[in-house]
Antibody, heavy 120, light 106 residues
Framework: QVQLQESGPGLVKPSQTLSLTCAVS??????????WSWIRQPPGKGLEWIGY???????YYNPSLKSRVTISVDTSKNQFSLKLSSVTAADTAVYYC????????????WGQGTMVTVSS | DIQMTQSPSTLSASVGDRVTITCRAS??????LAWYQQKPGKAPKLLIY???SLESGVPSRFSGSGSGTEFTLTISSLQPDDFATYYC????????FGQGTKVEIK
């Protein structure tokens, strides 16, 4: 079965760039029918969709974050990545990667999440 | 942007109760709505997609209904494992989540 695992630094300084990777196992990121998403959840708060990417490289971003977000895919490593620039304390959150069905649109498989704190 | 509003924010219920959570969209999203369950420290789990389709492996006590701008998630008989926070999410245009409904023990 497909599994997703986030990795990256747990602490990022203000104004720097947050970088995370999601490794996909048990299936190919290049298989059709899915896109690959990033979602975050500040401590004690709700979920916010960040954006998603298809294996072809096409991307769609949350308009509220678009100016700071880059999502990329590396099919040779079966993984996709998130970069969020100019971070502030408001970007402190648990970051999840998730598989998204193209038909049906829901996030059907999630990683366990990784906590990222923005602090000097 | 499409805004999603859930009600109530918190719901107190007992085991065996029938529970209903409402989700309203700021504009029509057809049936492009999903429901998730999240427990503390865990990733959300998909329960319902396309407003009323039950995800594989999810107990049949969960059901979803609605279309357009108003949707409901119903748990027919609340079980101890169901105390959690529930989120709706639209995928008509981009992706937006509701603010969540916490189901707690009465």
């Amino acid at each position: 079965q497909v599994q997703l695992q986030e990795s990256g630094p747990g602490l990022v300084k203000p104004s720097q760039t947050l970088s995370l990777t999601c490794a996909v196992s048990g299936g190919s990121i290049s298989s059709g029918g899915y896109s690959w998403s990033w979602i975050r959840q500040p401590p004690g708060k709700g979920l916010e969709w960040i954006g998603y990417i298809y294996y072809s490289g096409s991307t769609y971003y949350n308009p509220s974050l678009k100016s700071r977000v880059t999502i990329s895919v590396d099919t040779s490593k079966n993984q996709f990545s998130l970069k969020l620039s100019s971070v502030t304390a408001a970007d402190t959150a648990v970051y999840y990667c998730a598989r998204t069905r193209v038909v049906g649109g829901a996030f059907d498989i999630w990683g366990q999440g990784t906590m990222v704190t923005v602090s000097s | 942007d499409i805004q999603m509003t859930q009600s109530p924010s918190t719901l107190s219920a007992s085991v065996g109760d029938r529970v209903t959570i409402t989700c309203r969209a700021s504009q029509s999203i057809s049936s492009w709505l999903a429901w998730y369950q999240q427990k503390p420290g865990k990733a959300p789990k998909l329960l319902i997609y396309k407003a009323s389709s039950l995800e594989s492996g999810v107990p049949s006590r969960f059901s979803g209904s609605g279309s357009g701008t108003e949707f409901t998630l119903t748990i027919s008989s609340l079980q101890p494992d169901d105390f959690a926070t529930y989120y709706c999410q639209q995928y008509n245009r981009y992706r937006t989540f509701g603010q969540g409904t916490k189901v707690e023990i009465k």
